[in-house]
């Protein structure tokens, strides 16, 4: 009975060695004794065992010297805190397992970034996985867990790692790169119905406004997207956001002077409306482009055709500007705009405005 009783006391010893060892940073030493307890059939199957076996063998994972055993540290680790959460019955070591795991999410993290920039996806996005595993509040992994999935086309993975930071944060954004993933598994009816959840979320949100006219424009259901907008405008008369959107939609249809009309109404209604009026401003830019390459495909004996078309070309250029350039005065760093003016007043000869404008693309380019 003495020797017995030796035994077991030796053993919970071991225990005891490590978790000393380990706590004044004699790591080498505390594995020797947490290997001797974890091989006990007396403290086998005692959660702290395996916890104090997670937190030695996750730091010598995440010890630079210690490279040349990090396969083998990282997978003792990782069966340590899985074996160890089993055991643990009464959570009493949970802090210690989510200890070791982030030591383990430090060298997963990095591994991840490293396979992602070398362009192994798949193997980013197992990293990053068990990285959100880990840290399972920080978006910045499930991000990253998506952007590796999306990039190895793995889109199943994807949409659930979309459809938990939905859990965490909603965004467009979110919902939008949800509803690509599900789109990509041909997945129709998931990807419909995330578009409409977010369409009632996010009412004005353009990218998800034109993903919802895109896919009834694909499937053939114009006339339902339009009958469904003018259903929305007689319910809210003023918002000039779904004018906008109609406008978008007709565009969609190559209704342009439809189009035309449904940007004028949204501009009516609020003449700071940036979509109204850059919108507006390209339909004319796109007309006065197109004048200009059938009158340079006139035959070179059709002098007074090609100057009337040049004339024409000149007045819908102009009518371009007042349009473009009050989208610029409500969003004075949007490239687009600042490119199109550049282009309109160099072909109308507005020496100075251009030189302007090109001005304010380089300072913007520099930044």
């Known amino acids: 009975m003495l020797a017995g009783t030796f035994s077991a006391f030796a053993q919970n010893s071991e225990l005891t060695n490590a978790f000393n060892l380990f706590n004044i940073r004699q790591v080498d030493k505390a594995k020797e004794s947490i290997d001797k307890a974890t091989a006990n059939e007396k403290t086998k199957n005692d959660p702290k065992t395996w916890a104090y076996r997670s937190l030695i063998y996750s730091s010598l994972a995440v010890d630079s010297t210690k490279k040349a ?57 197992e990293s990053f996985k068990f990285v959100s595993a880990q ?3 920080d978006t910045t992994w499930m991000t990253n867990t998506a952007v590796a999935a999306t990039s190895a086309m793995d889109y199943k993975q994807a949409a659930e790692s979309y459809t938990s930071l939905l859990k965490i944060k909603q965004t467009p954004r979110y919902y939008q790169l949800l509803a690509e993933a599900q789109l990509a598994q041909k997945d129709s009816a998931a990807y419909l119905k995330t578009v409409q959840d977010a369409r009632v979320k996010y009412p004005t949100d353009n990218a998800l406004i034109t993903d919802e006219i895109n896919y009834y424009l694909a499937k053939g259901r114009a006339s339902f997207i339009v009958d469904k907008l003018k259903n929305a405008i007689d319910k809210d008369p003023k918002n000039s956001s779904l004018y906008v959107v109609l406008g978008s939609t007709y565009e969609g249809l190559k209704q342009i002077d439809s189009a035309e009309a449904a940007y004028k109404k949204g501009i009516a209604l609020d003449p700071k409306n940036f979509p109204a009026n850059f919108n507006l401003g390209a339909i004319y830019y796109n007309k006065a482009a197109l004048i200009l390459s059938k009158a340079n495909a006139l035959p070179r004996t059709q002098v007074a055709k090609y100057n009337l078309e040049v004339a024409k070309f000149k007045k819908t250029f102009e009518s371009s500007t007042p349009y473009l350039e009050a989208a610029l005065a409500i969003h004075p760093d949007d490239v687009s705009a600042l490119t199109s003016l550049k282009e309109i007043y160099v072909r109308l000869n507005k020496t100075d405005k251009a030189a302007e404008m090109q001005k304010r693309l380089a300072a913007l380019k520099a930044k």
């Open 69 to 125: 055993n990090l396969e083998v540290n990282l997978n003792v680790a990782k069966t340590a805190i899985e074996t160890g959460k089993v055991l643990d019955k009464k959570n009493e070591y949970k802090v210690d397992f989510e200890n070791a795991g982030r030591n383990l999410a430090q060298v997963y993290a990095n591994r991840g970034i490293k396979m992602f920039n070398e362009k192994n996806f798949k193997g980013a996005e």
């Open 135 to 137: 840290l399972p509040s």
